[in-house]
């Protein structure tokens, strides 16, 4: 069971703890910790019971499941230990669970849609890091964009004018996603509409400014995907004119 906190971050709604061993950022409210009691003390048997992610690109450094708890489901993601240098190159830096953790709170305070982070846990001992993980809010019927592409082109555009605008908003921002591969985009088709969650934010960098050239560098795999999905220059132009038109006019 969590013990009572030490602490309250400047974050709205957010607790950070020390225990036996475990630094805990995370939500209040019982789904952080339910998903604290199930997760420790022995994580593997979570991860087993959980359903795994396919995807062409498994990593050997993370573990990603979908679990379900008291009726709720939620996403769940391990980052490895790996090894000792590991652990010693790690004592003053983030995890990279940490790292996602502090992203997704600023794309929510932005209003950049991700699934709502719920808990990140590192294991210390000593400073230093073992494994991390992080659990977030799970999107029902959502699938990445890579894997939901449409035929239809008049879909296809609806689809590309909302990423242009979340991603625009973000670089306006002064943040770089880091990876825009279209595995990261998440696409959910609600209401009629298209909505579309960024994930995978532990290679976020984040600035003052809006700088031109690093935004259009951070778009080299969003484009590199559309390249491959669609073969059409002017469906490519068009997510790059969506994308200049709702970047900030501070930005543009």
């Not at 073992?130 to 029902?140: N, Q």
Request: charged residues 25%; contains cysteine.
């Amino acid at each position: 069971m969590l013990v009572k906190s030490h602490g309250v971050c400047s974050k709205p709604q957010i607790v950070r703890q020390r225990y036996e061993g475990l630094w805990i950022e995370r939500v209040k409210g019982r789904d952080a910790e339910n998903i604290f009691d199930a997760l420790f003390p022995d994580p593997d048997e979570l991860f087993a019971k959980g359903a795994g992610i396919q995807s062409p690109w498994q990593s050997e450094t993370t573990d990603k499941v979908i679990v379900n708890l008291s009726g709720k489901s939620y996403f769940l993601k391990r980052y490895k230990c790996l090894g000792f240098k590991y652990r010693i190159k790690n004592i003053f830096r983030k995890s990279r669970a940490k790292k996602s953790w502090d992203a997704a709170w600023s794309f929510y305070q932005q209003g950049i849609p991700t699934p709502l982070p719920l808990i990140c846990v590192e294991e210390r001992k000593w400073r230093l890091l073992g494994g991390a993980f992080l659990a977030t809010a799970f999107l029902p019927e959502s699938k990445s964009l890579l894997d939901c592409w449409p035929e239809n082109t008049e879909i296809q555009r609806r689809i590309l004018q909302t990423a242009a605008k979340i991603i625009a908003k973000m670089h306006s921002g002064g943040i770089l996603h880091g990876d825009l591969n279209w595995r990261n985009l998440l696409v959910q088709e609600k209401g009629g509409g298209y909505h579309i969650f960024l994930v995978d934010l532990d290679g976020c960098r984040f600035s003052r400014s809006f700088n031109p050239d690093s935004a259009e560098k951070d778009l080299a795999h969003f484009l590199r995907d559309l390249h491959r999905a669609s073969g059409d220059r002017q469906i490519q132009e068009y997510f790059l004119s969506q994308w200049k038109q709702s970047l900030s006019p501070a930005s543009s």
